[in-house]
């Protein structure tokens, strides 16, 4: 869809999922400890010498830590054409565009929530964009305007998205351009900008 200044955006936007194969599962277990729970149970074993169970206990570590921390993003880039894999992420040469060009962003979530259902493992966003020029004056905004479900057969961290946008009718300048992922699982958000020349 085209953009005006003073309208609402929306955006053509493709999310994908790569799952590691064999990627471990986490039991309910895990996931109800805290990160300060689980770094006594390793040094507990530690001091025990217990190794293989203090090394199976970071992991668990990992994943408490994973269920506490914000949503936040391991990398964001502007790509020279719609990443097709995880780690397909070839930084754009430059962030200047022409009016009506699509625009590409490859961004990889960490810390997402992920959900079991019959047929694998669910992270589930909702996402918001926002234009403003880089003194901060907001042209246009669009809440909700995608939601992204993927799924994986293992609990797998190897989620990214492919986004695209499409600004028709934004005018020449330089702009900022900021998504929001809203968590449906955990209830996390977490937001990313990335900044944009239309000439």
Request: proline share 3%.
């Amino acid at each position: 869809m085209n953009l005006s200044k003073g309208a609402a955006a929306a955006a053509a936007v493709l999310l994908l999922c790569v799952a590691t194969a064999g990627a471990a599962e986490t039991t309910s277990e895990t996931t109800s400890k805290t990160p300060s729970d689980v770094a006594t149970q390793v040094d507990a074993a530690l001091e025990a010498g217990e190794t293989v169970k203090a090394l199976d206990l970071v992991e668990r570590y990992r994943q408490a830590v994973w269920d506490a921390a914000p949503l936040a993003f391991r990398k964001t880039e502007l790509v020279a054409q719609e990443p097709q894999a995880f780690g397909d992420d070839t930084p754009r040469a430059d962030t200047i565009y022409d009016e009506d060009q699509e625009i590409h962003i490859y961004a990889e979530p960490v810390a997402y929530g992920r959900r079991q259902e019959d047929d694998g493992w669910v992270a589930d966003f909702v996402a918001d964009v926002r234009i403003a020029e880089r003194d901060g004056t907001i042209i246009a905004a669009h809440k909700g305007f995608s939601e992204f479900k993927v799924v994986t057969p293992a609990r797998d961290d190897s989620v990214f998205l492919a986004i695209s946008y499409v600004f028709g009718g934004l005018g020449t300048g330089d702009y900022v351009v900021t998504t929001t992922l809203h968590d449906t699982i955990s209830g996390k958000v977490g937001a990313f900008s990335t900044d944009i020349t239309i000439r």
